[in-house]
């Protein structure tokens, strides 16, 4: 029995390998010809003001559509575009594409909001940050403010340094930083103390609460309300989904959510639709000062 347990471990095993290699081959020999021909394109997801509901900005995620319909996350496809060094490619499609959105949608009259873009870690080794998003917005004629930029705690982590400098030069430019992720990876605790930024996204993991954790984790999401609060900086709390979650945020002294409850990922035209309600949107944005009650 041991040993029919062991082969059937294995023949598992080889199953899963045989598919993950091949579904990351697929992806390479996919990729160029997908951004070619637009197939790789972005939702946006509302960020909302917690206690009204209302639109504050949103985020881009890249989505693989493919010719049939079916729409592939991109859980599935960015590891491997980072594993193999193709990631900017896919980030400066996604950056220009929500720029030129951005202009389209002032130019036709309506009601600017700000997107944020995620960015890589390997966009911050091998790109000139700055200097990208700078042309871009001088390309798409936009307001600074409209464009904001989510950095992963983990790139904090593995290029401290470096990544500092982008995030102080990105800022003394006049974007927007936001440190995505927080909370998801080791401690950036101690780093807080000497990192400028504007906003942080506090990882969904701190909302996964059971019976035997709850008390903990409610002490825990309390002093990093705290902190937060000691240090001047708003947080967008992410993967919110139940009202209780929501409520619960909102006695926290959280403002700002970006989750399910709300509102999922949208293709661009339904979320145009959305955002043309003006009693949808709040415009006075994401901060820390204004919004103390
Ligand atoms: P992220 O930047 O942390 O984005 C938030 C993710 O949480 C999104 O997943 C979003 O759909 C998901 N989410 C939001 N609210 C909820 C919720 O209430 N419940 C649950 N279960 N999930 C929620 P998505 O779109 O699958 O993106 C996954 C990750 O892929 C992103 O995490 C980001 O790290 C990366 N990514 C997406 N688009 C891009 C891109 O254009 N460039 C780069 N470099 N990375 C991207
Ligand atoms: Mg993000
Ligand atoms: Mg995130
Ligand atoms: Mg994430």
């Known amino acids: 029995v041991a040993k029919e347990g062991y082969h059937s471990r294995i023949r598992v095993f080889e199953k899963g390998m045989y598919s993950r290699t091949n579904a990351e081959y697929r992806v390479l020999t996919d990729f160029s010809r997908a951004l070619k021909q637009h197939e790789i394109v972005f939702y946006l997801q509302p960020q909302c003001r917690a206690s009204s509901g209302k639109i504050v900005g949103a985020e881009a995620l890249a989505r693989w559509i493919k010719p049939d319909g079916t729409v592939i996350p991109p859980?599935?496809?960015?590891?491997?575009?980072?594993?193999?060094?193709?990631?900017?490619?896919?980030?400066?499609?996604?950056?220009?594409?929500?720029?030129?959105?951005?202009?389209e949608w002032i130019k036709s009259g309506h009601t600017p909001l700000p997107v944020s873009v995620n960015v890589s870690v390997s966009d911050i080794l091998h790109t000139d940050l700055p200097a990208i998003f700078e042309n871009l917005i001088k390309k798409y004629e936009l307001e600074r403010n409209l464009l904001k930029i989510e950095i992963t705690e983990s790139s904090y982590i593995t290029n401290t340094a470096l990544v500092m400098e982008t995030v102080r030069s990105l800022r003394e430019k006049g974007f927007t930083v936001l440190m995505d992720d927080f909370g998801s990876g080791s401690s950036t605790l101690n780093m807080l103390k000497n990192l400028n930024i504007d906003v942080i996204k506090l990882d969904a993991q701190f909302l996964n609460m059971n019976e035997s954790?709850?008390?903990?984790?409610?002490?825990?999401?309390?002093?990093?309300?705290?902190?937060?609060?000691?240090?001047?900086?708003?947080?967008?709390?992410?993967?919110?989904?139940?009202?209780?979650?929501?409520?619960?945020?909102?006695?926290?002294?959280?403002?700002?959510?970006?989750?399910?409850?709300?509102?999922?990922?949208?293709?661009?035209?339904?979320?145009?639709?959305?955002?043309?309600?003006?009693?949808?949107?709040?415009?006075?944005?994401?901060?820390?000062?204004?919004?103390?009650?």
């Open 75 to 103: 859980d599935t496809f960015i590891p491997v575009l980072e594993k193999r060094g193709l990631i900017s490619d896919l980030d400066l499609y996604i950056w220009d594409d929500v720029c030129r959105w951005q202009h």
């Open 213 to 293: 954790n709850e008390e903990k984790s409610i002490q825990i999401l309390e002093s990093v309300t705290n902190m937060t609060k000691t240090i001047g900086v708003p947080i967008i709390v992410e993967g919110v989904e139940t009202k209780e979650q929501k409520d619960f945020l909102i006695d926290m002294g959280c403002r700002y959510i970006q989750g399910y409850y709300f509102y999922r990922p949208l293709p661009i035209t339904d979320f145009e639709i959305l955002i043309d309600d003006p009693d949808k949107i709040d415009t006075s944005g994401i901060s820390f000062k204004a919004n103390q009650q």
